[in-house]
């Protein structure tokens, strides 16, 4: 089993930054990638970004490159997502998850229980 738990959601203006964590615990071995996943109210959850454990590869949704970064720390099974110039269109839910690096929910196994991020225009 893998335990995932979220943190540094909040409420931003537009145009603002915030930074999520997710810590990871258990077998992290037993899975090559992390990724970031979210849920607006009404809206199918959507990939976000994706990082590989080993070599830090990295995968982003076009809706989000060039503004959002992901990133990890080995030593702390922890990964990173570092939200800049975000948009009301940010707003949602959002979860981490640990399986194989892809940006299809199905191949992810393990799920945190999110982090809401709320922002304001």
């Known amino acids: 089993q893998v335990q995932l738990v979220e943190s540094g959601g909040g409420r931003v203006e537009a145009g603002g930054s915030l930074r999520l964590s997710c810590a990871a615990s258990g077998r992290t071995f037993s899975t090559s990638a992390l990724g970031w996943f979210r849920q607006a109210p009404g809206k199918e959850r959507e990939f976000v970004a994706a990082?590989?454990?080993?070599?830090?590869?990295?995968y982003y949704a076009d809706s989000v490159k060039g503004r959002f970064t992901i990133s990890r720390d080995n030593a702390k099974n922890t990964v990173y997502l570092q939200m800049n110039s975000l948009k009301p269109e940010d707003t949602a839910v959002y979860y981490c998850?640990?399986?194989?690096?892809?940006?299809?929910?199905?191949?992810?196994?393990?799920w945190g229980q999110g982090t809401q991020v709320t922002v304001s225009s």
């Open positions: 998850a640990a399986g194989s690096y892809s940006r299809r929910e199905v191949t992810y196994d393990y």
């Open positions: 990082i590989t454990w080993s070599i830090g590869n990295t």
